[in-house]
């Protein structure tokens, strides 16, 4: 039985495809009783008899007049699509209404019909809305890779399309499931998988949403890959850390510095997904490459890119440095990605063993790391050298295109002659 409380001012009703018709009984009563109703237009709703109606298709005009009725004390109703308080006209009552005055009796979102429509939990789940707003942050939330994202699109923004276009900008389209969700909870209820090269239904109908769901990327054929400057969602992920690898531009000036030789040790140390290791192997056959990772099941995931890639690493291990650095041969190369407050630790245990005409290589995002490291490679007697890198990634605004940053990279470099 819905709360109907009878010292509440305004009642603010969701509904589903259905309409008033599909509402509890004591809901019904709310709206038949009331001198005032607000509907949007597309509710269709019938008034009763003596019963005031008006749109809310321009809220603010519809908000003054509820407040007008409110002051005269007439029973009042707002009927509204879904949750009123996702994305709906709650906020706007909010502003002009103290919550005292409110009651809200939700209907199922989309985002609930969403996942209900491919049978999926969905408590881990995030959500960005797009409408009036720039792309980029549709970038930014993939970054962070969500095993879940409802994208709430704006079909004057690009709608689904736009969806599409940012995944591919971000190298993320081997990473999700792209389902297109239209018409939820009408009778013309539409979802469906659509796959990369799969065009969009025409036409597809104003009122969808885009839900990315994370999934294994498929298996692929190594020959058939680019040499270098592998696309982010190729590899796979530690479910629990989505995300966390050295990205696409990154990598390819990473390995860039390092010089690598045609033959000779290679030091990954903080591999994460091996992603800088596996592609230098791709580049360098016939270097070792012994890759770090201290996090629990990194190895097993560095060794299954590795099968993925066609390479294969002298050896990988589920350790930490500097201590694990003892166990192996002394290298030519040296990259540095994780290590944290060790990193200094680390820095100097590797400069004790680099060879002659050695690099090492750190990718940093603090001015303060670069600051307690560079002082280190310059004692040891290496030549020292500091770059800054930020890329940006296409992403579609209207009929054209803006850029969106990368977390900008300082890169230290240390040469041993």
């Not at 399309?161 to 900008?169: C, F, G, H, T």
Request: one cysteine or more.
């Amino acid at each position: 039985m819905a709360d109907v409380n009878p010292a509440v001012s305004l009642h603010v009703i969701g509904t589903d495809a259905g309409g008033v018709l599909n509402l509890p009984q004591s809901l019904q009563l709310l709206i038949k009783q009331a001198a005032l109703v607000a509907a949007p237009s597309r509710l269709a709703y019938a008034p009763s008899s003596g019963q005031q109606l008006i749109s809310t298709d321009h809220p603010a005009a519809a908000i003054e007049a509820i407040a007008a009725a409110l002051a005269t004390s007439k029973p009042t109703v707002l009927l509204a699509s879904g949750d009123p308080l996702w994305f709906g006209i709650g906020r706007l009552l909010l502003q002009r209404f103290e919550p005292a005055q409110l009651c809200f009796h939700p209907a199922p979102s989309s985002m609930q019909l969403a996942f209900a429509g491919i049978a999926r939990p969905w408590q881990d789940a995030s959500w960005i809305s797009l409408h009036g707003r720039e792309p980029e942050a549709l970038a930014a939330e993939l970054q962070k890779r969500p095993a879940a994202l409802i994208v709430l699109t704006d079909p004057n923004r690009g709608g689904a399309e736009s969806v599409r276009l940012i995944l591919r900008a971000s190298g993320l389209e081997a990473a999700y499931g792209f389902w297109l969700c239209e018409q939820l909870g009408h009778p013309q209820q539409r979802l469906q998988r659509l796959a990369p090269d799969e065009p969009l239904p025409d036409p597809l109908d104003p009122l969808h949403l885009v839900l990315l769901l994370a999934e294994p990327p498929a298996d692929i054929e190594a020959a058939g890959l680019p040499l270098f400057g592998l696309e982010d969602g190729l590899f796979l992920q530690q479910a629990d850390r989505p995300g966390l690898m050295t990205k696409r531009e990154v990598r390819i000036q990473l390995l860039a510095d390092l010089q690598l030789p045609a033959q000779g040790v290679l030091w990954d140390i903080g591999a994460g997904v091996g992603s800088v290791g596996l592609e230098a192997l791709r580049l360098r056959p016939a270097l070792q490459l012994w890759a770090l990772e201290c996090r629990g099941g990194g190895a097993a995931l560095i060794e299954a890119n590795a099968r993925r890639l066609g390479v294969q690493p002298a050896g990988v291990l589920e350790a930490s440095a500097p201590e694990a650095l003892a166990q192996l041969p002394d290298p030519d190369r040296v990259l540095i990605g994780g290590g944290g407050r060790q990193r200094a630790e680390i820095l100097a245990a590797v400069l004790t063993r680099l060879r002659p005409a050695g690099v090492v290589l750190l990718p940093l995002a603090t001015l303060e790391a670069l600051a307690e490291l560079r002082p280190l490679l310059v004692q040891s007697g290496c030549q020292v050298s500091i770059t800054q890198h930020q890329a940006w990634r296409g992403a579609p605004l209207a009929d054209g295109t803006r850029l969106a940053p990368l977390n900008p990279v300082l890169v230290l470099r240390g040469f041993r002659p």
